[in-house]
């Protein structure tokens, strides 16, 4: 199943990046590049959505429109992707 989140991208004072998540309470990461924020973000949305699935009733939210979050010239969306396989119950 795959699950598309947007990632507010802020550049810090120091040049290294800052990545929250509006629509995944408490989820975030860092990191010293554009590609470790967002290869860090990916993980970190990876294991949040895995620890709601694990949850007796599961409640994942709706991701706000890109479109809908402010940028500028330090701050940017970018849509994150997790692909997360179901594998209970499967013989393989």
């Known amino acids: 199943m795959k699950f598309f989140y947007p990632a507010v991208i802020e550049k810090l004072s120091d040049g290294t990046y800052h990545a929250t998540f509006p629509d995944l309470e408490q989820c975030e990461a860092y990191g010293s590049t554009l590609d470790d924020v967002l ?17 007796e009733e599961p409640d994942l939210p709706s991701a706000t429109d890109p479109a809908d979050i402010s940028s500028g010239p330090d701050r940017f969306v970018r849509n994150i992707l997790v692909n997360y396989k179901f594998t209970d119950g499967w013989d393989e």
């Open 39 to 55: 290869d860090r973000a990916t993980d970190a949305a990876s294991a949040w959505i895995e620890v709601e699935l694990q949850e």
